[in-house]
């Protein structure tokens, strides 16, 4: 049918952000000739907005800590329904990757003596995350992009992947488009590694740009691979709530790792009032303690604002329900509070978070250093993706790896902060290096035009279309179904929303199998946010099937009419796959058992 | 609900002109959200690029009432509404459909710039010491989101079209955080003079104006690369002592 433009590789990467860009780096010193496919421009990934910092036992600030305590940390932060091979893996090779990438000038903040800085945050029993300032993730990328420009790895920026291209099971590469002038284009790879990142804009509420549509789960998911987790849909406690067009843009958790509180409309510090069990033993029972800890006092316990992010983000909730939130919806954190006790504290909160200063004094005309801010969840991170084996990072589909937020494993049912920049470094580099391994062995595949014609075909239905005439406005198919995820599965869910819910999507299936649209191929964005919805969509379903079936609540997930933990779920895995049919299957999966000298580590460190 | 006049440019590389959208402005809105606002109500297949809209990615950079701006971070409480926001795309760079613009030129111009090249490690498990204080300076120049506002700016490539002999305020910023990164040993200044066309810059500072992130770019960057190749090729007394003992 169509023309294509033609490139051939060993190793295609899909996604330009940590992940994408740690992998293609490894494959390309494997000897691979590599490819990358951004939707954006480079350097502009998600990763650019992680605030917090790289979560790494170094040890730097307190020689306490080591891979075994960021192990069970990692383990306890996510239920243990976490791939403990990946979560060993983890915390063991973290450090080697913050090393690397100073070597390749990363400028971290220093402790006093010259070492990388480490600071506290969520979950983590020891300050262990290398930061810079709250604009670690810029940093990386950046660092990563740079360290990347000069190895000869080609990058296709702004084009999007429509299907992965197979030969007789095996991953043979990909079709897809250009944004600038619509044309198609045909990548021909041995290997390929999705490091496409996450879903966020399946739901109103997002700090996620308008990249994460879920295209790598999906891509994944309709090339046979099977996706785990998907239940667990990480929402960040603290995004902003107002003004209303800035409503979800990440508050870092950095402001409450530095001595920021939360309050509600009364004053009161509420995260006091319900420790979970678990974190009972190390967590600060008066707020004197607490802020010790966030100054660097080895004997006290950390405060309850660092506990993990679903736990908080439910105490919001629950704030909020009960008519104790802020003006506009929210509850208020406050780092403010600080200059109480800390000499130039305006100077110190400008210094250590000058980008939440910035963001709020622009966009919400607050003084943080002043006031306190106005913080509400926000749907933020995807715990579930690609099932992929612990060392290679190989999906079922041979030749498929996945790497960062669009694989499944690390982050078990809720995932500590920090360790998603660690988790791109450390699984970005194992899978670039195993698809090269992979190439190699195993040569070129045969590339059947007729996947990429279909592909192309139903790319230009919604010109056929048209705008009008029954056509469905894609924009607005969109909302309807960000509305539809944010109040039916969102943070407290129930059997009958979701049942709703899968209802609707099936509705809005039907609509956006009519979406049109007007105008020519180039960077047209209606056209775009068209293509979109498919994977939005098989990633919405994926969700609200896989968080029916586990009736329970477990970490992020959490159901109104199962409110407790079911110890037969702590030991499975919900399983999505696409049946002969092209339905979606949903089933159950045993965790394979952990090896003594892991289970071990868990009960020292309880 | 109150509403405003967008002037928006639609228009590709062979030509466009300027199209008048009202829309409806809430509290707190910024410039973007009035774009994607006519995009999904009026003009669907409206080019804009964007990601974070928070400030961190530089990816909605265009010119707002003449004045280079990211659009997410340009409120509407900023702006007269009275009169229409005239909004177009960066105009130092060659337009591909409405607001969106080729920029590529940018990122070709870094692999020309001799990447960065560390010391030795400075203990024996393969790490450095820096001090914060040493690295303050290189993390100001490290905080650039690379909008290419400051390269939209600059006359040199705007006006001039310096576009093969000078790398632009964004890539001086990138030369500095490497020339004075504590680690690096590369020596780029003969690079800086010549390849890099330092000597076009005549400091009006215009590029740090516009930095969304504040960067002191000319006084920071600029100057002190431009006193370095001036240590390095136009010292007298370098010259003369260097003359008499050839």
Redesign the interface.
């Known amino acids: 049918m169509a023309e294509y433009r033609t490139h051939e590789y060993d190793v295609l990467v899909i996604g330009a952000g940590g992940a994408g860009l740690r992998a293609a780096i490894e494959a390309s010193a494997c000897g691979a000739k590599v490819g990358v496919i951004t939707k954006s421009l480079l350097g502009k990934a998600h990763t650019v907005m992680a605030e917090g910092g790289i979560a790494a036992a170094m040890g730097n600030v307190d020689d306490r800590d080591n891979w075994k305590v960021h192990f069970a940390d990692t383990m306890r932060g996510g239920q243990y329904l976490n791939n403990w091979r990946m979560a060993e893996l983890h915390a063991k090779e973290a450090p080697d990757c913050i090393k690397e990438l100073e070597s390749w000038g990363a400028v971290f903040d220093r402790t006093q003596d010259g070492r990388i800085l480490q600071r506290n945050f969520g979950g983590h029993k020891y300050p262990r995350l290398v930061h810079v300032g709250d604009r670690t993730g810029l940093e990386m990328i950046r660092t990563l992009q740079d360290a990347g420009v000069h190895r000869g790895i080609d990058v296709h920026m702004e084009c999007t992947v429509l299907a992965l291209l197979l030969d007789d099971g095996r991953v043979a590469g990909a079709s897809g488009y250009d944004r600038e002038r619509g044309r198609f284009l045909l990548w021909r790879a041995k290997a390929v590694v999705l490091a496409t990142g996450g879903i966020g804009r399946a739901y109103k509420i997002t700090s996620n740009s308008w990249e994460y549509t879920g295209d790598g789960h999906a891509l994944a998911y309709h090339a046979g691979a099977e996706l785990i987790d998907m239940e667990f849909v990480q929402f960040h406690p603290t995004g902003m709530v107002w003004p209303p067009s800035v409503a979800g843009i990440l508050v870092t958790e950095g402001v409450r790792g530095e001595g920021g509180i939360l309050l509600n409309k009364e004053g009161r510090r509420f995260m006091f009032d319900d420790i979970p069990e678990p974190y009972r033993a190390q967590t600060a029972d008066n707020e004197e303690e607490g802020w010790r800890y966030t100054q660097g006092d080895r004997k006290a316990r950390r405060p309850p604002e660092l506990l993990t992010r679903d736990h908080i983000a439910r105490c919001i909730m629950r704030e909020i329900r009960q008519g104790r939130g802020s003006p506009h919806g929210g509850v208020f954190l406050d780092i403010s509070c600080i200059k109480s006790r800390l000499p130039n504290a305006a100077e110190h909160i400008k210094r250590k978070l000058p980008s939440m200063y910035h963001q709020f004094k622009q966009l919400a005309d607050i003084d943080i250093t002043k006031e306190p801010m106005e913080v509400g969840p926000t749907t933020h991170y995807m715990m579930g993706g690609v099932l992929v084996d612990g060392d290679t990072q190989m999906s079922k589909v041979p030749g498929l790896f996945a790497a960062g937020e669009c694989a499944a494993g690390l982050h078990g049912a809720n995932r500590l902060g920090g360790n998603s920049l660690s988790d791109l470094l450390v699984f970005g580099k194992r899978a670039g290096r195993h698809a090269a391994d992979f190439a190699k062995e195993h040569g070129a595949a045969r590339i059947d035009e007729g996947q990429a014609d279909a592909a192309a075909r139903a790319a230009l239905e919604p010109f056929d279309r048209g705008f009008g005439n029954g056509s469905e406005n894609p924009y607005t198919v969109q909302y309807d179904l960000q509305n539809l995820m944010q109040d039916l599965v969102g943070i407290v869910r129930t059997e009958s929303e979701m049942r709703q819910a899968a209802g609707g999507l099936a509705k809005l299936k039907e609509r956006a199998a009519r979406a049109g649209v007007y105008g020519n191929r180039e960077y047209n964005a209606g056209w775009h946010t068209a293509l979109d919805l498919s994977n939005l969509l098989a990633v919405s379903e994926a969700i609200t099937r896989a968080a029916l079936e586990r009736r329970e609540s477990r970490g992020a997930h959490f159901r109104e009419d199962c409110p407790d933990k079911d110890a037969a779920f702590g030991k499975v895995t919900i399983t999505i796959e696409r049946d002969p049919e092209g339905e979606m299957r949903v089933s159950r999966r045993e965790i394979p058992p952990m090896p003594e000298e892991l289970g071990k580590i868990i009960e020292e460190m309880k | 609900m109150p509403s405003a006049m967008f002037r928006i440019w639609r228009g590709?590389a062979s030509g466009g002109a300027f199209q008048d959208y009202t829309t409806e402005v809430?509290?707190?809105?910024?410039v973007l959200?009035a774009v994607h606002r006519i995009?999904?109500?009026q003009a669907?297949?409206?080019?804009?690029?964007?990601?974070?809209?928070?400030?961190?990615?530089?990816?909605c950079s265009a010119e707002i009432n003449g004045s280079p701006k990211l659009m997410c971070?340009t409120?509407l409480n900023s702006l007269d509404l009275n009169m229409p926001v005239i909004v177009e795309p960066m105009r130092s760079f060659p337009p591909?459909?409405?607001l969106?613009t080729d920029?590529?030129w940018n990122?070709e111009v870094?692999?020309r710039i001799k990447?960065?090249k560390?010391r030795a490690?400075d203990a024996p498990?393969?790490?450095?010491?820096?001090?914060?204080q040493d690295?303050n300076r290189?993390?100001e120049f490290?905080?650039?989101?690379?909008c290419f506002l400051c390269q939209d700016v600059c006359h040199v490539l705007r006006e001039h079209r310096k576009f093969d002999e000078f790398v632009g305020p964004r890539y001086f910023v990138h030369l500095a955080s490497?020339e004075m990164?504590p680690?690096?040993t590369q020596d780029r200044v003969a690079d800086v003079k010549q390849a890099h066309g330092v000597g076009y810059c005549n400091i009006t500072t215009c590029c740090r104006q516009v930095c969304p992130e504040e960067i002191t770019i000319t006084e920071n960057a600029i100057i002190p690369l431009k006193e370095r190749v001036v240590d390095e090729f136009y010292d007298p007394l370098r010259k003369l002592v260097l003359k008499i003992f050839s």
Do not use: Y
Request: charged letters at 30%; one cysteine or more; hydrophobic letters at 35%.
């Open positions: 590709d809430s509290e707190g809105m910024v959200d995009q999904a109500t669907c297949d409206l080019a804009v690029r964007w990601n974070c809209k928070a400030g961190k990615c530089g990816s971070m409120r591909i459909r409405d969106v920029v590529s990122f870094k692999k990447p960065f560390p490690p498990d393969g790490t450095w010491r820096m001090g914060q690295v290189v993390q490290r905080k650039c989101i690379e490497l990164h680690l690096d």
